[in-house]
């Protein structure tokens, strides 16, 4: 059975502060690992990192992932208020376009 | 940019009833798909479909059925609501395998 563990659950921090957010698995036939954000709504999607792009940036956030060690890593730097949300990793398996996602990380930024 | 609505944001109902939760995608994706989302338990896949007609199980069915009859629309069935079918229930759809699932705002739902 695939499986997908975050760490922390929650964090609380303040502006201006790095935050690094885990996400190890355990899947057959790996294909793809994605990040999303959700706020009070929709998760949107962060980031999408497969074999061939274990690396990626946007802005204040950036991802990488170790297919050998099997987990990934977002960081968020010079953290805002706005980026107060659950962070969700999930991972795509070779099983079609099927999704297996972890419980999310709860991250408050103070001011 | 693409867009998932979910007809209802919050839902009541009462136990026994049958509750239809629509979903509807505006880019012409082939893949479908139905989640619960409860704390702890993260996002659950419940049923999704790669084409009209055409419907697969994922982790936790029970209870639940679907019905793709158009491309753009994936309905989610209570049969017989329950108690323990309360909760978050997110829409997501996508162009397939390497492609990132959009989703769309959720429908909260109570069973009374």
């Known amino acids: 059975e695939d499986k997908v563990v975050q760490s922390p659950l929650s964090l609380v921090v303040h502006e201006g502060d790095t935050v690094t957010l885990n996400c190890s698995y355990e899947v057959t036939n790996f294909r793809s690992l994605l990040w999303y954000k959700q706020e009070k709504k929709a998760p949107t999607f962060l980031f999408m990192l497969?074999?061939?792009?274990i690396e990626k940036k946007s802005g204040r956030l950036s991802s990488i992932l170790d297919k050998k060690e099997l987990f990934s890593i977002l960081n968020i730097t010079a953290t805002q208020t706005g980026d107060s949300a659950i962070y969700l990793c999930?991972?795509?398996?070779?099983?079609?376009?099927?999704?297996?996602f972890g419980g999310g990380t709860r991250l408050m930024v103070k001011p | 940019d693409v867009k998932v609505t979910q007809s209802s944001r919050y839902l009541v109902k009462r136990t026994g009833e049958k509750v239809f939760l629509e979903c509807v995608q505006d880019?012409?994706?082939?893949?479908m798909f139905w989640y619960r989302q409860d704390p702890g338990l993260g996002l659950r896949l419940i049923y999704f479909?790669?084409?009209?007609?055409?419907?697969e199980k994922g982790d936790i069915p029970e209870g639940y059925s679907v019905s793709r009859e158009k491309k753009e629309r994936f309905s989610l069935i209570l049969e017989s609501a329950s108690t323990n079918q309360t909760s978050m229930y997110l829409c997501?759809?996508?162009?397939?395998?390497?492609?990132?699932?959009?989703f769309g705002d959720g429908t909260r739902l109570s069973i009374l």
């Open positions: 997501a759809s996508s162009f397939g395998s390497y492609q990132p699932q959009h």
């Open positions: 479909s790669y084409d009209v007609k055409m419907k």
């Open positions: 880019m012409d994706h082939e893949n």
């Open positions: 497969t074999s061939s792009g």
């Open positions: 999930a991972v795509e398996s070779n099983a079609g376009n099927m999704l297996t």
